[in-house]
């Protein structure tokens, strides 16, 4: 298991500096003199607005359902068909720590930075937060659900899992902006962490 441990450690590595890539050329190219990548990107100290409590009960709201609509989706697809999570299926608790370096590294931090941090900002400089965050929860959602209709050559299943994982991107990009100043932070531990619990109760 430690040989499973650091290969998806070394594996969630390569895929953050990937998906660094573009943005981090980016921010060369645009805005290198204006500002850090950091904070260009919103991987910067949470400012929180507004009321503590209302927005703990607006996150565990829309977590709690997007986890539940998430395992009941999955419990729908066809027999063979795989998610994320399944190379950890049957592993037993000492797989946890490549569960935590694949929800928390490679899907979490990974994807926070290119679609919370690069695309919503990037777009929603140009567009406005609305359009800006509807254009990267729809990039986010097709992200996830292309490779299932792909593998399924099922129509309904591509659309329910663009939707689910789209509509939560849009909340966490709701979320960061309006909620926590801007910062990615808050959608990276989100974000990790309900991969970390989804992949985790297949152990």
Sequence with gaps: MIAMFINELV????????FSLIPVIFWLIFARKKQNFFDWIG???????????????EILIATG????????????????VTTAGSDFAGKGFAAFPAVLAYGLIRTGL????VFRGFLLKRFGEKFGFIAGNTIQAVLFGMMHGIP????????????VMTLLPGAFGWFQ?????????????????LHGTVNVIVAALSL
């Design 11 to 18: 594996g969630a590595l390569v895929q953050l500096i990937l």
């Design 43 to 57: 991987l910067k100290r949470i400012r929180h607005e507004g009321k503590l409590w209302v927005t703990a009960c």
């Design 65 to 80: 359902l997007y986890i539940g609509l998430a395992v009941l989706a999955v419990r729908f697809l066809p027999e063979g």
């Design 110 to 113: 990974s994807e926070e930075v």
């Design 148 to 159: 299932f209709g792909l593998s399924t050559h099922n129509i309904p299943v591509a659309i």
């Design 173 to 189: 990009g709701w979320m960061n902006e309006k909620r926590f100043g801007g910062s990615i932070i808050p959608s990276w531990l």
